[in-house]
């Protein structure tokens, strides 16, 4: 339809078209084995007798066709020798179009007829056997491209030529006339198309299914006389005498802009024709109207592209629909005429473009424009699945997404619209249901931000040096050099200091910029006034976008602390005055995950966490089945989205593709589990759409410990009531804290210390405001306060620790809890918040395993145990003679000594008043010096450690989205 329509354009501007076409054969042979004649010799087509008064130029001058002679009318065949005019052509790939548009033309009764002549040309090695074969037949079915060219008549053809040459399809005619005068080319090439298609069948297929693969447009220069020199300096006329070959390279020689847009046009056409008369059809009364745009909007070409000539249009619009028209006009979009009346298009968006300037032409209520979204969303959902569609923005909002990135709408789109205050409303063509987004001119005031957009293939110019300090004309020279070398530049961001100015230019374009910027300043490179000109390249834009963000204090900072919090380096930054618009530049490959943080922090999103829990064993499985019981009201209510992606075992780990349905996870490990391998749980758990990644290990293993720093480098936050990474070595707890700056991720352990208690939280409260802290003393394992709650001297002490192992109060070997070495670690670890570098071995820690007990299997120390029942006894007895109770209490003074042990205290102490597996902490500060600050709660059991870790992890999730809390 494409080739159809622009020829039935040229006959319109009295040319006649013709084809040339040349197959690629082995056995050399032409075209006329195909019915049609020699190059020289081809046959123009019939002229509609609607066409007749059309003026006409020939070899003899100009007129009308009906005053040519009756064989050059359309009654015989037209003279075949024609000079060939300057015009576009046109390359259909994967369609064997000259044979088909031949078939093609009779019954379309446009008065069309193709005559094609023939070329002798050597086929490609290892093609002419197929070749040779009918198409339908062939292997390998091809398809051609074809150029077509307009032809200006010329003179008539010997009459005996062509009686000789309709006798005998391979007669040749003498030698074609001179320069200028040869009928134009076109150029047929073969190529492949999977499949098995007969000739027959590739026209109607190509067309039913949309298959033109490739349509280009190019143009063939030649200059003559008369019409086709003028027609050659319209259309980009090739200097006279230049060879006239075949193209073999897509792209080059392209048609003028005018061709183009005239056969660009078509489309709009034809579809507002067969629209108008189905609406006609179906509503009689109030359709079949149709406007050609060309005959309404006139606009003017500028360096911002189309500019309509409202007066003009306004004049021809008036006149082509009147005020009390009440039916359905359908008109063209993406066209339009310039001020000579020649045809153009609106360019990139132009349908859009056409109905804004229309609503503003009729004076429209509204303008809806149907696309394939729901309307603008607050993030390219492709990169941020968790976008919304924006119910309500203003013109200035949506301008500024449009250019970062929503390719829903163009801001040209909107001009029209805003100049006249008509709202527009973005709907979803597969879903008219959907309300969409509403633009005008006015918004909801309490949205401070609308959209985060991103937009990449970016670089970073800097140019950098002391002269530019107080120079004037400085910044002038810099983007002069760039507006003649055509560079357009997004960002600019310079320091108060004039020190430095950078630019974002598109990456293609950097290596010119710097070269044009070098150039414009090399007197000063010479020099040393300017010491440097850079390019970074592969950058993103990150912008945020708000009305909202006017005179609201603390926006910026939100913002650039959402990134910093997501570990991600801002390279530059840019704000206008009107605050409408803040934008980041960051390295590409951050950018989704800049996205995403942004989007998430500004709550336009769920504040979406990726975790992975390492260790579903009776703690583990408790955070499970809490989280399972909260998750759907933290993110109703509180707009957090924690999705738990991956759960680990020391042997096996299970991945969830988007999250792990908790309910049914243990069926799906026994079923999906693969082999636990931390780089690929870390790979899985930190992708680029995620903006934060967070590990919760609920394992007691030095191993996975180990790999805390390694984690928190590459900017995945941990969780862990895990003890054994935060009282180790001291060197590898400030590598630890190195890890955690240099990834900008953070780690929570308050559980390590008091499970659910606010131990460590307390501390850092009391250290933050100034207080100074003397003592700290406390009960800091459950189990052990649990046993000597419960022994009173009536049982041996052995039979009640192996109760609490059978209740499991105590760890899987009771040793473990016996030998103090966990209260000692939790010693270590307040230490460490108050800057001590305690380390084990540093202060005494009472061991109440027997020493002959230490190495044995767990069933041989618990049957061995009542051995030494008698030596607690005999400590028990002398602690209630002197009216004291038992207890295992860590001790911390403000001069770095600790000790660890069991104490006798009195019966009005604290310490004395515990309830079984309560742990007890005793602040001993300035400010509490008389009357010492007591926290105190239970300390162990699963579901209290599991809650502990659950508040870790939401106090993660706000610092992430807040910045509020201590990490």
């Avoid at 959902?381 to 449009?402: G, H, K």
Wanted: proline letters at 5%.
């Amino acid at each position: 339809m494409i080739l159809f329509e622009f020829a039935v354009l040229l006959l319109r501007q009295q040319r006649v078209l013709a084809i040339e076409k040349t197959f690629q054969r082995g056995s050399h042979r032409g075209i006329g084995a195909h019915g049609g004649v020699d190059r020289d010799q081809g046959v123009a087509g019939r002229i509609p007798p609607d066409r007749l008064d059309q003026p006409i130029e020939t070899e003899g001058g100009s007129g009308r066709v009906d005053d040519l002679p009756r064989h050059r009318r359309g009654e015989r065949r037209l003279p075949g020798s024609a000079r060939r005019v300057n015009a576009p052509s046109v390359r259909l790939e994967h369609v064997d179009v000259a044979d088909r548009l031949i078939r093609l033309a009779g019954p379309l009764e446009q008065g069309l007829r193709v005559a094609h002549g023939g070329e002798r040309e050597t086929e490609p090695r290892g093609r002419s056997e197929g070749r040779r074969r009918a198409v339908g037949e062939d292997d390998e079915p091809f398809a051609d491209e074809v150029r077509v060219y307009p032809v200006e008549l010329q003179h008539g053809e010997p009459d005996e030529d062509r009686e000789n040459r309709a006798r005998d399809p391979g007669h040749h005619s003498p030698d074609p006339p001179e320069e200028g005068h040869g009928l134009a080319r076109a150029c047929l090439r073969r190529s492949r198309w999977p499949g098995r298609t007969g000739h027959s069948k590739l026209w109607g297929r190509a067309f039913r299914m949309g298959r033109l693969a490739r349509i280009r447009a190019g143009s063939r220069r030649r200059s003559g006389g008369g019409a086709s020199r003028r027609l050659g300096a319209e259309c980009g006329g090739r200097p006279q005498g230049e060879i006239d070959r075949p193209q073999r390279q897509r792209g080059d020689d392209p048609a003028p802009q005018r061709s183009r847009d005239v056969v660009a046009g078509f489309g709009e056409l034809w579809s507002a024709r067969l629209l108008a008369a189905l609406l006609g059809q179906i509503a009689p009364e109030r359709g079949g109207t149709w406007i050609d745009a060309r005959q309404i909007v006139t606009v003017r070409e500028t360096h911002l592209g189309p500019t309509v000539l409202w007066d003009q249009s306004q004049a021809k619009m008036d006149k082509a629909l009147p005020a009390d028209f009440r039916g359905i006009a359908v008109i063209t979009g993406f066209i339009a005429a310039d001020e000579e009346g020649l045809q153009t298009t609106l360019g990139r968006n132009g349908s859009d473009h056409s109905a804004s300037i229309f609503a503003a032409l009729t004076n429209a209520s509204e303008l809806s424009i149907w696309t394939d979204v729901d309307g603008v969303m607050s993030a390219d959902p492709n990169r941020v699945p968790e976008a919304q569609v924006i119910e309500r923005l203003t013109y200035n909002e949506a301008m500024e997404l449009a250019y970062f990135g929503a390719k829903v709408i163009h801001p040209q789109t909107l001009g029209p619209a805003v100049d006249n205050d008509i709202p527009v409303i973005i709907r979803n063509s597969y879903r008219p249901e959907h309300p969409g987004s509403r633009i005008e001119a006015q918004s909801m005031p309490s949205d401070n931000i609308k959209g985060i957009t991103a937009i990449g293939g970016m670089a970073l110019v800097n140019v950098e040096g002391a002269g530019m300090i107080g120079v004037p004309g400085t910044a002038d020279r810099l983007f002069a050099a760039l507006k003649n070398a055509g560079v357009s530049v997004t960002l600019i961001s310079q320091a108060s200091s004039e020190h430095s100015i950078c630019i974002a230019v598109p990456e293609d374009v950097a290596e010119r910029a710097r070269k044009v910027i070098m150039d414009a300043f090399s007197d000063e490179l010479e020099s040393g006034q300017i010491q440097s000109v850079d390019i970074k390249a592969s950058q993103s834009i990150v912008a945020v976008v708000g009305d909202g963000m006017a005179g609201t204090p603390g926006i910026a900072a939100r913002f650039f602390g959402t990134l910093a919090r997501a570990g991600i380096n801002i390279r530059a930054i840019a704000q206008g005055s009107s605050e409408r618009n803040i934008s980041a530049v960051v390295d590409s490959a951050d950018a989704t995950r800049a996205l995403r943080a942004a989007h998430s922090g500004f709550y336009l999103s769920a504040k979406t966490l990726s975790i992975g829990l390492i260790g579903p064993g009776t703690v583990g499985q408790s955070l499970l089945q809490q989280l399972e019981k909260q998750s759907a009201k933290l993110a109703k209510s509180f707009n957090i989205d924690l999705r738990i992606r991956a759960i680990a075992r020391s042997q096996k780990m299970l991945l969830g593709e988007r999250r792990i349905d908790i309910p049914d996870w243990q069926s799906e490990f026994e079923r999906d589990a693969v082999e636990t391998d931390f780089d690929v749980l870390e790979e899985h758990l930190n992708p680029d759409h995620l903006p934060h990644a967070v590990i919760i290990d609920c394992t007691a293993s030095e191993a996975v410990s180990a790999k805390y720093p390694e984690w928190l480098s590459r900017g995945i936050h941990v969780i862990t009531p895990n003890k054994k990474a935060f009282s180790g070595p001291y060197d590898k707890y400030q590598a630890l804290q190195a890890a955690a700056d240099e990834g900008s991720s953070h780690y929570f352990y308050e559980t390590t210390v008091g499970a659910a208690l606010p131990v460590i939280s307390t501390l850092c409260d009391l250290i933050y405001t100034g207080d100074e802290v003397r003592s700290i003393r406390g009960i800091f394992s459950g189990t052990l306060a649990y046993l000597f709650n419960v022994y009173d001297g009536s049982k041996p002490f052995s039979a009640i620790v192996r109760e609490a192992n059978d209740n499991g109060f105590t760890e899987p070997d009771p040793r473990d809890d016996l030998s103090g070495m966990d209260v000692a670690r939790k010693l270590i670890i307040l230490a460490r918040e108050l800057g001590r570098g305690l380390e084990i071995g540093d202060f005494p820690v009472q061991n109440l395993v027997p020493e002959a007990l230490r190495d044995c299997s767990v069933e041989e120390f618990l049957e061995r145990l009542p051995e030494y029942d008698q030596a607690m006894d005999d400590l028990y007895r002398k602690a209630v003679a002197d009216g004291k109770s038992l207890r295992y209490i860590a001790a911390l003074e403000a001069d770095g000594s600790a000790t660890v042990g069991l104490e006798a205290v009195d019966a009005s102490h604290p310490f004395s008043n515990i309830n079984l597996t309560d742990n007890v902490v005793q602040f001993e500060t300035e400010r509490y010096s008389a009357n010492p600050l007591v926290i105190q709660g239970p300390g162990a059991g699963p579901e209290v450690t599991a809650a502990g870790v659950f508040a870790d992890l939401l106090r993660l999730a706000n610092f992430l989205n807040t910045g509020e809390g201590y990490v």
